[in-house]
T-cell receptor, first 114, second 110 residues
């Protein structure tokens, strides 16, 4: 499986500010995914990021709030814009394993908005 | 109706016990099925894929019943290190993202 790293691992931010989360993979992958896991909840897909095209957002998530970049096949960023306390969550990136569509996750970024 | 439903537990079992988790999915076109394990404050990690013929990996056995749209995970001879949340995950045919259950929390007690 791919080795995935995320930066930062955690942050505490003030409301109204923005945070960019980085996801780095040790091999080239076609698709990268961004998820959110709110306290006590399961994972919810935010968007799918393919290199060279606009990200595809799931219902309830919009580009203005969660802009995503995918400049190459090993890297992606997710920005959480104009944050509010409701954005406090763990944000995870993932990549496909390539065999049976299973995915492998980065360690996550724990965001607290005050 | 949720795409994937699991009993949230918690399941508290003694060491050495056998425990089973169940999961149902709503879309009959679903194609791929997995169990993930998530430790506290960690990312989900793939435990095993689930096949129609059933599959076993050591103490872990996964079963899929397509007719009933039902997935199960059996853990035999539970260890303290098995304590975690177990997530049932389903991929719908043609989709390239995962639908997660809310997870079943297991605590193995000495």
């Amino acid at each position: 499986s791919a080795v995935i790293s995320q930066k930062p691992s955690r942050d505490i931010c003030q409301r109204g500010t923005s945070l960019t989360i980085q996801c780095q993979v040790d091999s080239q992958v076609t698709m990268m995914f961004w998820y959110r896991q709110q306290p006590g909840q399961s994972l919810t897909l935010i968007a799918t990021a393919n290199q060279g095209s606009e990200a595809t957002y799931e219902s309830g998530f919009v580009i203005d709030k969660f802009p995503i970049s995918r400049p190459n096949l090993t890297f992606s960023t997710l920005t959480v814009s104009n944050m509010s306390p409701e954005d406090s969550s763990i944000y995870l990136c993932s990549v496909e394993g390539g065999v049976g569509y299973e995915q492998y996750f980065g360690p996550g970024t724990r965001l607290t908005v005050t | 109706r949720k795409e994937v439903e699991q009993d949230p537990g918690p399941f508290n079992v003694p060491e050495g016990a056998t425990v089973a988790f169940n999961c149902t999915y709503s879309n009959s076109a679903s194609q791929s099925f997995f169990w993930y394990r998530q430790d506290c404050r960690k990312e989900p990690k793939l435990l095993m894929s689930v096949y129609s013929s059933g599959n076993e990996d050591g103490r872990f056995t996964a079963q899929l019943n397509r007719a009933s749209q039902y997935i199960s995970l059996l853990i035999r001879d539970s260890k303290l290190s098995d304590s975690a949340t177990y997530l049932c995950v389903v991929i719908r045919t043609g989709a390239n993202n995962l639908f997660f259950g809310t997870g079943t929390r297991l605590t193995v007690i000495p």
